[in-house]
Every structure is written in C-alpha cells, then in structure tokens.
C-alpha cells in the first residue's frame, strides 16, 4: 500500500531520505499546476537538489531527474525491492538502482557536474510552462546562468546557444533514452 505525505519542507526531505535508505520507488509531485508527478528511486539528496532515479512506463529505469527541493509538495511511496516493480527491474538486471556523481547543493554545479557524467541535458523551466524542456549541451556558465547549446527533437544543433537563468531551472535530466538517442544522431556538438 502506499502512503501519500504532504508536508513542509523539512518533512518533505525527511520522507525523501527515508525512502532512499528503503530503496522505495517515490512519485514526487510539483507545487507548480500541471507539472509531471515522476516516479523514481531516490539516489540522491544535498542541501537544495533530489536525485531520483527515474522509471518510465515500460518498467525500466530511465536516467535521471534532479529536482528543486524547494518545489516538491509531496512524495508518495510506492514500495520496495518486494514489489511488481523492484521485482521486474531486478530480473531485467537494474536492481538496485544506483546515483551517479553529480553535486546537489547548487544549480549551477549540477548542471555543469550532469554534463560531465552525460553528453546532454535536459533543463526544464516548470515555472514558465511545466510542459517544455530544452535539450542540449552547455556551453558556457555566468555567476547567473548557463548557456545552453540546444539539440532539436530532429538531433540537429542550434546555430548559437541560449542562455538560461539558474533561478528559473526546477528540474535537470541526463543519461535518459531520449537524450542518448539525440546524442547518437546528432553527433558531437558543432566546435
């Protein structure tokens, strides 16, 4: 059975932590309408940022998510290693799952550590419309942002980069199917 928390803050990051010591799949939900409630496994937790390890509807991991803490409102946990979930994963070779190294206090030293464990990241700016995502390599950091050199849904580069403030990112993505298929396609980012 599973049980549906919404909390403050502080209790948010206790059930965040008590689900990774579990192994326990999460669905996180956003304070922001209609932004994605992502089910995962929590594979990381710093002073600002959660890592989960995502799972996707064909029950398989699928990269990973860090998101704002700041903007989670609930976590429900949804069971562990016993479950259809943990079973099936761990008979396909992906229990448990694990983290990768990336820094979870700072926006932009998760962006900068997520592009050195993968080719491209995804940044999503939920405040501004939860429903777009841009892809893409980053190029350059400011104090203030990141200037991303984006991959179209077609793996075709974008001419020059776009710059993005790190105040608006909620959530980065990377090692995830669709990120590696654009980065098999599209090749090396243009020098």
Known sequence: ???????????????????????????????????????????????????LAELDHDIHLNGYAALRLGGVSRVERCGGSDTFVGRALAARGEWPPVGVDVDLDGVAELVRTAAEVASLVTLHAEEDDPTVCFVGRPVRFTTRSVHLLGITPQAEWADRPDT?????????ECGGRYEEA??????APPA
């Open 1 to 51: 059975m599973s049980e549906v928390k919404t909390r403050s803050a502080r209790d948010v990051r206790a059930e965040l932590d008590e689900a990774a010591q579990e192994q326990a799949l999460v669905r996180v939900s956003w304070s922001i309408r209609r932004s994605d409630e992502l089910d995962g496994f929590v594979v990381g937790l710093g002073q600002a940022w959660v890592l």
């Open 182 to 187: 654009l980065a098999l396609i599209g090749g």
């Open 164 to 172: 993005w403030a790190f105040a608006d990112v909620a959530r980065v």
